[in-house]
């Protein structure tokens, strides 16, 4: 683990910090024994917002018995940019979106309790991927710490529970304890015992969680890192499920300590320090030689503080470089993961960053945003790391056109033969009696156009390949076992230059293995002449692909079927006319069902009298859009209003699992009489009661002021 050479300062936040006030939602740690005894967390004002929304996919509740490969965040101490739940601003925030080579995800910091930002859960649950949180003490404020935690095993039990108690809250799958203080040898029975008791506790919680022992402290007390597993770390290593063993092990340490795990080798993941601190190999761009010699010796893994390409900047850029480095990585660790493997399969390609966002090929916002949450399985594209003019590049660029989200594949460059073609997904997903429907979007140019090709093997062994394909292609019958021309869907009606196309495939017995894209050029019109063969320029966009059961679109609840509340609104008017608005909105199904949508946008209406001369005429909107939210719950705050605004009207845009969006005219609304509040003195802060029921109105409606409780101040 990375040894900081002085004690983290404490940062000075002015003015102090109180979670128990509501403010833009962030995720945040805990830092003392007192609070997490306390079970205070559970009081603040953030807590709703850090639950995780995305649980992990059936079948991944156990990790499979091969090696594994574990990913432990250490980024700048952590909690920056993804701390800000409904997203930040930074367009070039860090990420990571090679889920496919990674088992298990650690997020990291140096504080006591280190909770792990729910946007990393969502993403990395989307992706079969488990995500632990961090339990560490260390220096000699740890010391104190450790002496309180192991006073009794009635105290080791109660720290073990609220432990468990907040992993099964915010909804992430165990723990990485870090104990780097020495300890008294009359400790460690209930060092031992506070394990122990952590596992048995998530595991009943949690079927399928994790705890893992890092290699610090000895059995004796001692503050030894090992460096492999042995006699003097293994008693802890029996009583949770796996080991991390320090980085500076020597060429025969994961062999010796695969010896030593026995059957439960795999359970012993091998440290690799990617700043390269004494690490095998040195880490940075020689991280894979580690890695080589750890599978040789047949133990998993762990990869500590990827971020050091984004750290220390590695050129060309970010985005180039972190493909580059996880490329190494997955040519010596292979990829673990396959998807798609159930139904619905969607992605945008959105790797939770970008320059603009969009609904259904409309452009919603041009704002430079930031959210982890976002991210859209993300396709296995293969880097080229020098690409010339005379090839296609096939990359995700943030700055092209988005049909859904921020993301796309992005292909440009020349078309040398009669086609290109490049995987994007490796598969695992059988198929049943029903047809699949598969539903992708493109916007190109001139004659570039794009298929979807996917290969199906069965359980005889047999093979096949479809292409779907705009158009009929006879040039590219002989390579493919059928060729389906798709239809164009009707697009929606802001979606310009985006074409939708829909093709279904029946093939009962068999198995989706991979999807690739193929760009080729349109056949020429009936009047026009084939031109000779020559390289020609080519560019494409693919902006999202769907695989479904059914042809038609998700069945949304109606706006009559959903309850909108409005919590802790202040409204905030200053000497000049400029009014500000914050508020908490909350919506659930006023029938109580538990039906779960993965993410909701939220817009505002800003309704305003326009006045000519002495006249008053018809009313203008101006519709806006302020972030997307994964629970159920938003907060805006210090939305600014003009002052000709009359009321303003928010919409939660309901959107399902297949991509597809709730009409903003038929989704839940919450409205808000801005006349009536903003009532109040010139430069005073109004705040009103709480009065749900009250605030609720009818979605044809406005609030009026008798439906506000009166000021608390003011």
């Known amino acids: 683990m990375s040894h900081p050479t002085s004690e983290p300062e404490l940062q000075n936040e002015t003015p102090p910090f109180d979670p128990t006030k509501p403010s833009v939602p962030i995720s945040y740690p805990i830092k003392t024994l007192e609070e997490l005894e306390s079970r205070s967390y559970f009081e603040s004002f953030h807590y709703p917002f850090n639950k995780a929304s995305v649980a992990l996919q059936s079948g991944s509740s156990s990790l499979p018995n ?12 952590g909690y920056l940019d993804d701390k800000w739940i409904q997203g930040g601003t930074n367009p070039n925030s860090y990420s990571i979106w090679h889920w496919y080579l990674i088992d298990v995800f650690v997020y990291f910091s140096h504080n006591l309790v280190t909770l792990p930002p729910p946007c990393w859960t969502n993403t990395a649950h989307r992706h079969g991927v488990k995500v632990l949180g961090t339990f560490i003490t260390e220096w000699d404020e740890g010391r104190v710490i450790s002496d309180k935690l192991l006073s009794t095993n009635e105290s080791a039990h109660m720290y073990a529970e609220r432990l468990t108690e907040l992993a099964v809250a915010l909804g992430f799958d165990g723990w990485l304890i870090n104990m780097e203080v020495k300890l008294d040898s009359g400790q460690i029975p209930n060092m031992k015992e506070f394990v122990n008791h952590l596992n048995q506790t ?31 770390n293994k008693p802890f290593f029996d009583v949770c499920d796996g080991i991390f063993v320090n980085y500076t092990w020597k060429e025969n340490y994961p062999r010796l300590s695969a010896a030593v795990a026995g059957d439960r080798k795999f359970d012993v993941y091998m440290g690799v320090d990617v700043f390269g601190r004494n690490t095998y190999g040195g880490g940075q761009w020689n991280t894979n ?34 493909s580059r480095w996880w490329d190494l990585v997955a040519k010596s660790w292979g990829i673990l993961r396959n998807y798609p493997k159930v139904l619905p399969f969607y992605s945008n390609f959105d790797q939770g960053h970008g320059y603009h966002f969009s609904v259904d090929g409309a452009e919603i916002s041009n704002d430079p945003w930031c959210n982890i949450s976002c991210q859209g399985f993300q396709p296995l594209l293969e880097l080229v790391d020098s690409p010339t003019p005379d090839s296609i590049q096939t990359l ?13 594949i992005t292909f440009k460059g020349t078309l040398e033969d009669n086609a290109f073609t490049t995987k994007l997904f490796h598969g695992e997903l059988p198929l049943g009696d029903l047809p699949v429907h598969i539903t992708y979007s493109v916007k190109s140019e001139g004659d570039s156009q794009l298929g979807i090709s996917l290969q199906f093997s069965s359980t005889m062994n047999n093979s096949m390949s479809i292409l779907l394909a705009s158009e009929e292609i006879n040039q590219f019958s002989s390579k493919f076992s059928k060729v389906i021309t798709t239809r164009q869907l009707e697009k929606p009606g802001n979606a310009t230059g985006w074409v939708i196309q829909e093709g279904s495939i029946a093939l009962n017995g068999y198995t989706l293995t991979e999807i690739h894209a193929l760009c080729y050029r ?39 079927s959903w309850l909108v509340e409005g919590q802790f609104i202040k409204w905030t008017s200053s000497f000049q006319g400029s009014k500000t608005l914050s508020v908490k909105i909350n919506w659930k199904l006023i029938d109580g069902t538990d039906i779960v949508f993965p993410n909701y946008n939220i817009y505002v ?41 009359s009321s303003l009207k928010f919409v939660v845009q309901v959107c399902a699992a297949d991509g597809t969006c709730q009409e903003l005219d038929d989704s839940p609304t919450f409205s808000i009489d801005a006349k009536a509040i903003a009532s109040a003195r010139h430069g005073s802060v109004v705040e009103y009661l709480l009065v749900q029921q009250l605030l609720i109105v009818p979605e044809e409606s406005l609030a009026t002021a008798a439906k506000v409780a009166p000021p608390i101040s003011g």
């Open 202 to 232: 998530m595991h009943s919680s949690v079927p399928g969680s994790l705890v893992i022992w890092y290699d610090s402290v000895t059995i004796h007390g001692k503050l030894d890192w090992q460096d492999q597993l042995n006699e003097m």
């Open 289 to 322: 030689v580690a890695l080589d010699v750890i599978k040789k010796g047949e133990t998993s893994a762990a990869i500590f503080a990827p971020g050091w390409v984004y750290e220390t900047q590695q050129r060309p850029n970010f985005q180039t470089a972190q």
């Open 66 to 77: 091969r090696r594994r490969l574990l990913v432990c965040h250490d980024m700048s101490g």
């Open 605 to 645: 209406k800003k309704l305003a009298k326009q006045v000519v001369g002495d006249h008053v005429g018809t009313l203008e909107e101006v519709q806006e859009y302020l972030g997307t939210s994964h629970v159920e719950a938003f907060y805006i705050s210090d939305l600014a209003i003009p002052s000709e605004t």
């Open 522 to 560: 349109s056949k020429p019109k009936f009047n026009e002449q084939e031109p000779a063969h020559s390289p020609v320029k080519y560019f494409a966009v693919l902006g999202h692909i769907t695989i479904k059961n059914s042809e038609k679109n998700s069945v949304f609840p109606p706006s009559s």
């Open 396 to 408: 995700v660029d943030v700055k092209e056109a988005s049909y859904s989200g921020g993301g796309n």
